[in-house]
């Protein structure tokens, strides 16, 4: 069968971001900036560069932020305007017209039922889903590089890193099979394992490309673990019947949910940029004498 091109892109951005409040509280963390750039941004210029045409953000109550952002800002645009100041720096907030869609997950009952309220929009075709708080720096980005491998061996791909082991119960849970350059054939995947029984340290990232088989298998997906549906749980379910790969990205990844994680992307961010990197670089210096 010939592999279907990847056209559209679901971004799950439903969820409580807890570990973040009380900046999450009337805010989603997506919209959390690393230096003055939304993680969703980042995220959606990741998808477009991969070929992304389509957007589909999975919403809940309080993200309409989200939706204000990827619009037209006609009061400010005007006033930047009158101002005399120059607009380019919104060009990467404007989608084109149809290039985006929203629904809405009414209650946060988990990734996988993030992903399955999106499934009429997706339809009968393949499709990525992008985590925005893991926020992934690389050249190409990560979707691109795993959208490169996809167009050779199809069927269902995750990003897959090596965590420390006492990190692996926080994660997606790879049973690896076969290496072949930067591809691991999945051979089985366990959500959140307790300590002690992850069956490797090669855990599943916040990326993924899913055939639209999963959407079917999500339907009848229960509860696992921490009572959610897990997309861990379905993605599990159709290894055997497709292609399953696991990528390894070469690039570097920020964990932006976590406040660790999320303080060390600003720094490497802010460090690298020309418009202020001198300065931070001093600062960050001075500070640890
Ligand atoms: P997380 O578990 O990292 O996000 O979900 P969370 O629940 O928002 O954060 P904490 O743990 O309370 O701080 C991973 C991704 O799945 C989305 C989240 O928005 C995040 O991008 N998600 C999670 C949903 O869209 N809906 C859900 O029901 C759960």
């Known amino acids: 069968m010939p592999i279907k091109p990847l056209r559209k892109a679901v971004f799950p951005v439903g969820g409580l971001g807890t570990r ?38 999975v919403t809940g109550r309080g993200k309409s932020a989200i939706e ?13 305007r009158g101002r005399g100041k120059s607009l380019e720096v919104l060009d990467a907030t404007r989608l084109a017209p149809g290039a985006v869609a929203y629904v809405r997950q009414q209650e946060p009952m988990g990734l996988g039922h993030a992903v399955w309220c999106a499934r ?8 990525a889903v992008l985590l925005a708080d893991d926020f992934m720096v ?5 979707l691109k ?25 926080m994660y997606g849970v790879i049973t690896p099979g076969r290496r072949d350059g930067a591809l691991t054939q999945v051979k089985g995947l366990v959500e959140k394992p307790a300590k002690g029984t992850a069956p490797s340290n090669l855990s599943v990232i916040g990326r993924y490309i899913l055939q639209p088989e999963v959407m079917r298998v999500l339907e009848t997906q229960g509860k696992g673990a921490g009572g959610e549906i897990q997309l861990t749980d379905a993605m599990a379910r159709m290894i055997g019947d497709q292609p399953f790969h ?31 990197g001198d300065s931070v670089r001093a600062f960050a210096v001075d500070l640890l004498k």
């Open 20 to 57: 973040f409040l009380p900046a999450t509280k009337a805010m989603p963390k997506e919209m959390l900036p690393v230096v003055d750039r939304p993680l969703i941004q980042y995220a959606v210029d990741e998808a477009l560069e991969a070929g992304i045409e389509q957007m589909i953000f």
């Open 68 to 80: 204000d952002h990827f619009d037209i800002a006609y009061e400010l645009e005007a006033t930047m």
């Open 120 to 127: 009429d929009i997706v339809g009968d075709e393949p499709f």
């Open 138 to 142: 690389g050249k190409p980005g990560c």
């Open 145 to 169: 590089q795993m959208v490169d491998a996809y167009m050779q061996v199809g069927g269902n791909m995750i990003c897959a890193q090596e965590v420390p082991e006492d990190q692996t119960h």
């Open 246 to 276: 696991g990528l390894t990205f070469d690039g570097q990844r920020y964990d932006c949910g976590d406040k660790a994680g999320y303080v060390t992307a600003n720094l490497a961010i802010a460090i690298g940029r020309a418009d202020i």
